[in-house]
């Protein structure tokens, strides 16, 4: 099979972000930063870290950073699984930014689905959250399109299929090119370094890969190398955020990627996302 049929066999349904301008207050609306809206018996997570500035290791709340309303979402992208009903929120530790490497890093992003917006609430935002993580109110515009891989993830799965400059081109003749800037949710990431699927599964099943991927069991490897872009798939990719004087940025330029086994996606268990940042 040629590399067009190929390329567009992988096509997915993505939701494209544009963050800015003001946030709608109502509650349930998308929105980036503000408060979460939350059910009343919310308890807002914490993970256990020190951070750029402080060595101390302690609990440390993680930054609010958006939510999602599914009902608007849902009908933008039919075919992936997304709920039709609440709000997604994505939260993350903004002190120690964590790469996702190490299987210690896990809570240190989390995701809520949080079913019934009816009962929900504007969050009392805890004390212990610096200021500087209570991120500005900002509105969130969702678009549909169409998602195409990159290099990275296409060449874990033909290998053997083509070269760099002839995907790059064939992808770019079918309308799909490179953004200085892309926040969304679903569909393929915008890779930096390395396709992070062979990582998801290698660092979920607890094994520390910040010095490559020598030395690790033969058969978990084995099987995230050939099921690994199958089984997990991208649920919100963020990247810069810039607003009049506010700026968040992940690393040098980076960008931060919620990902989700595609079968946990559909059974709804938030809860076992993983994080990976890449910067370059």
């Known amino acids: 099979m040629d590399m067009v049929s190929l390329l567009k066999q992988m096509q997915r349904s993505a939701i494209r972000l544009t963050i800015g301008g003001t946030a709608h ?7 980036f930063g503000g408060v979460p809206d939350v059910p009343e018996d919310f308890n807002w ?7 750029f500035d402080d060595d ?7 930054a609010f950073l958006a939510q999602i309303n599914c ?3 849902a009908t933008l992208a039919p075919d992936e699984f997304l709920p039709q009903t609440g709000i997604l929120s994505f939260f993350y530790e903004l002190g120690s930014q964590r790469w996702g490497f190490d299987p210690a890093d896990a809570g240190c992003a989390r995701v809520f689905w949080f079913e019934d917006v009816d009962a929900l609430k504007p969050a009392m935002v805890p004390d212990a959250l610096p200021e500087d ?13 169409a998602s195409l891989p990159g290099w990275e993830d296409f060449a874990a ?5 083509g070269d760099w400059e002839a995907f790059d081109a064939l992808r770019s003749s079918l309308g799909c090119e490179w953004p200085a800037n892309r926040s969304a949710l679903l569909g393929w990431p915008d890779v930096i370094q390395n396709s992070m699927t062979f990582e998801c599964e ?8 910040g010095g490559g991927s020598q030395g690790l069991p033969e058969a978990d490897a084995a099987y995230a190398k050939t099921h690994s872009l199958e089984d997990w798939q991208l649920l919100f990719q963020l990247d810069t955020v ?34 990976i940042l890449q910067c370059g």
Request: charged share 30%; aromatic share 14%; net charge neutral.
């Open 157 to 161: 799965a033909y290998p053997d299929t």
């Open 45 to 51: 997570p914490v993970f256990e870290t020190a951070s």
């Open 56 to 62: 101390e290791v302690k609990a440390r709340p993680l």
């Open 242 to 275: 810039s607003s009049g004087s506010f700026e968040l940025m992940f690393g040098d330029c980076g960008r931060i990627y919620f990902y989700i086994r595609r079968e946990d996606l559909k059974e709804r268990r938030f809860d076992r996302v993983w994080l």
């Open 202 to 209: 290698m660092v979920s099943r607890g094994h520390y890969l």
């Open 133 to 145: 993580f209570c991120l500005p109110a900002l509105d969130v515009c969702m678009q549909s399109e």
């Open 71 to 73: 009902a608007e979402a």
């Open 25 to 31: 207050t109502r509650v349930g609306a998308s929105r």
